[in-house]
C-alpha cells in the first residue's frame, strides 16, 4: 500500500524557517516525480513546488519561489520542503504527493498533510 | 502563469442528478488537466487525468472531457457520496494550478 507521511509541521515565528518531510512507502520512490501542495483554511488547493524522479525538473509557486526548496533523498525514500522567510499566508495544511510519472502529471496520491501555522 | 477558471463555485443538486463542472484555462494545455474530489476534512481525491482517462477504482458515473482550453467533469448520476468539493488542475511548462473549487451540495 502506498504511504506518504507528512511531518515537520508546528507553530512558527513570521520570518523563521520550517522544514517539512515526507516519508514515502509502498512504491519504488525513485520512478515518480513528487510534490507538495497546500491549503489554507477554509480555502482551495494550492501547488506550491514539484520536483521530477531525478531531480532535473524543479517548479514552485511564484508565491514561494525564492523562500522554499524542495529536495529529494532517492536513498530514504523522502521528500523535503525548506521553507524560509515564512509569513502568515503560508499557514497552511501541505500535503506531500505522488505524481503520476517519472517527469509530472496528475497528482495521483496524497498524504494527510502537515499543518504549518505562521503566527507571532 | 496558466489561471483556471472554474464554474459554478457553487452547484445544488439532487441525488441521481446528472451534474457538469466546468473549467477553462488561460491558454491552450493541451489534454494536460486532471480533476480531483475533495471531501470535508479529508485529503483531495484524483478522479481524472489527461482530461478524459479515469483513474483506477473511480466509479464510472465520473467522466471528463475537453482539450486546449475548455474542459468538463460530469458525473452521470449523482450519488450521496458525491457530495464533495472539485478542483481541476492544469500541467504545463513544469507549473501546475489549480481552479478555485466547485462545491456540490445537496437541493
Known amino acids: 500500500e502506498v504511504q506518504l507521511v507528512e511531518s515537520g509541521g508546528g507553530l512558527v515565528q513570521p520570518g523563521r524557517s520550517l522544514r517539512l518531510s515526507c516519508a514515502a512507502s509502498?512504491?519504488?520512490?525513485?520512478?515518480?516525480?513528487m510534490h507538495w501542495v497546500r491549503q489554507a483554511p477554509g480555502k482551495g488547493l494550492e501547488w506550491v513546488s514539484g520536483?521530477?524522479?531525478?531531480?532535473?525538473?524543479?517548479g514552485y509557486a511564484d508565491s514561494v519561489k525564492g523562500r522554499f526548496t524542495i529536495s529529494r533523498d532517492n536513498a530514504k525514500n523522502s521528500l523535503y520542503l525548506q521553507m524560509n522567510t515564512l509569513r502568515a499566508e503560508d499557514t497552511a495544511l501541505y500535503y506531500c504527493i505522488k505524481a503520476f510519472s517519472q517527469s509530472g502529471g496528475a497528482l495521483a496520491i496524497w498524504g494527510q498533510g502537515t499543518m504549518v501555522t505562521v503566527s507571532s | 502563469d496558466i489561471q483556471m477558471t472554474q464554474s459554478p463555485s457553487t452547484l445544488s443538486a439532487s441525488v441521481g442528478d446528472r451534474v457538469t463542472i466546468t473549467c477553462r484555462a488561460s491558454q491552450s494545455i493541451g489534454g494536460w488537466l486532471a480533476w480531483y474530489q475533495q471531501r470535508p476534512g479529508k485529503a483531495p481525491k484524483l478522479l481524472i487525468y489527461d482530461a478524459s482517462r479515469l483513474e483506477s477504482g473511480v466509479p464510472s458515473r465520473f467522466s471528463g472531457s475537453g482539450s486546449g482550453t475548455d474542459f468538463t467533469l460530469t458525473i452521470s448520476s449523482l450519488q450521496p457520496d458525491d457530495f464533495a468539493t472539485y478542483y481541476c488542475q492544469q500541467f504545463h511548462s513544469y507549473s501546475w494550478t489549480f481552479g478555485q473549487g466547485t462545491k456540490v451540495e445537496i437541493k
Open positions: 509502498g512504491f519504488t520512490f525513485d520512478d515518480y516525480a
Open positions: 520536483m521530477s524522479w531525478n531531480s532535473d525538473s524543479i
